[in-house]
Each structure stands twice: as structure tokens, then as C-alpha cells.
């Protein structure tokens, strides 16, 4: 019995004393990592309130909802968010298309995201951009207007990259046009696949942008099989990436985000969970 106070009194102490030294590593501030729900799109499809549960049960803090939730009627996405509230789930951000940066759209948009208690809402794809830079420049303004009127109820836009916008045009990529022309509480949500498979460093965009990578999609990338590597499985420099989301992004919470892999859409988000807790801490 004596044996074993001491042996649990010296643990005890050991751990007390590594305590801040740990908390030192994986820094000060805790950031949830959640999942862009595209990841279980089949599954979500045939029964969203049971895909909820089981992502809740693998560990993800947050989601991501994507386009369809825009079809929802308020009745249905205050279900949605006793099912969040009951798992102790967050929704952060949602993936929306130009409707819902559109005057006619842009109430509804408001209204769901309020409902889910959001922060952002994203614009996943700018669609068809004619004109050169003007055109993004187009891009820009309508997350602005959008952005203003987002502001009034709490919320604010953010913008999905693609591989599109780190291809330069003129010598310029349109994804620094965005930045440099709008407002600076719009958030530039990284997907750090799409920027690697276009050549670009994730790292020097992040010190570039500081304050502004508020969210990012965690997919990795790799020459071979593209976007269907799990998690810490490409090229991504993951432990660069969040030093910098860290210590001058802004970051505010993680996302995974799988197309596919070889492996089931739920056993590859957990898989890609694990990988990244192993990573991360």
C-alpha cells in the first residue's frame, strides 16, 4: 500500500511538473478541429441527424455544413442545432453558394447561420469569373456588400479557395486580388490541398495574410494521388502550417476536409481524426 501512494504521489508530481510544458507545446489557446461535412456527404445525405452523431462520437468538435443546408426552412436547422447543442457540437462557418451572397439570397443565408450559431459564411466557389483581375476585383465587391450586411447580424463572409486562385493572371494571382481588396474581417478560409496542388506555399501565405486565416481545410495532397491521400499522408508541411495559423493567422478552428480516399467516407474522417491528434496533439 505504501509502494503505491508513493509511486502515485511521485506520478502525481511528475505530471504537475511537465504540466506547463505541455501546455507550452500545443500553446496557450485551444483550437477545435471539426469537419467540412462534404467528407460524409453520402452518409449525410441518407440520415444527417445520424451522421451528426457518429462525427460527434470519433471526437470533431465543430462542422462544416456545405450547399444543400441552404434548402432547409428555419423549422428544420433549429433541429439541427438542438441535435449541435445536444452532442456539444459547434457550427462555425457554413459553405454557401452566390445565392447566398446575392440581395434576394443573402436573408436567408443570415437567418439559417444565426439559427446555427455561425460566425462565417463562406463563399465556396465564385462561379464562371470573366475579365481578367477586374473580374475578381467583381469577386471582391460582392463579398464586401455582402459583408456589410452580414455585420449588422453578428456575422461575417469568409472566402473557399480553390487551385483557380493561385494560377497568376497578369502576373498576379487572383487569390492576393481578393485580399488586398476586401474588407479585412472578411475571413480567407485556406484549403491547404488546392494551394498545393497549384505550386503555392501555405506557410508564406498565412504570414502574409496576418489575422485573416481564421479557418482552415485540412486536406493534404499528394503528385501521385492528388487529393486522396489521408491525412498526413502528402506533402503538406503540417507542423509549419500550424505554427503560422498559430502565431499570425488568426486561426479559430480546424476543419478536415476529405474527397475521398480508399477507404469508407466515415472510417476515412476517422482515420484522418486520429492522424491528426497523433500530429497535432
Known sequence: MG?????????????????????????????PVGLELFSVRDDLQKDLMATLDSVAKMGYECVEFFAPYYEWTSDYAKQVRKKLDDL????YS???GLQSFAPEGLGKAVELNKILGARYIVLAHPGTVNGGLDGWKTVAE???????????????????????????????????VLAANTDKNIMLQLDVGTCLEAGSDPVAWINANPGRIRSLHLKDWSPDKGYKVLFGEGVAPWKKIFAAAEAKGGVEYYLIEQEGSAYPEMETADRCLVAFKNLRG
Open 3 to 31: 509502494t503505491y501512494d508513493t509511486w502515485s504521489r511521485r506520478s502525481f508530481l511528475t505530471l504537475i511538473a511537465a504540466a506547463p510544458i505541455a501546455a507550452a507545446a500545443a500553446g496557450d489557446k485551444h483550437i
Open 88 to 91: 456539444g457540437v459547434r457550427c
Open 94 to 96: 457554413t459553405h454557401n
Open 142 to 176: 460582392t463579398l464586401n456588400k455582402a459583408n456589410e450586411t452580414m455585420a449588422h447580424h453578428g456575422l461575417h463572409a469568409g472566402y473557399h479557395n480553390h487551385d483557380l486562385e493561385w494560377k497568376p493572371i497578369d502576373g498576379q494571382k487572383p487569390i492576393e
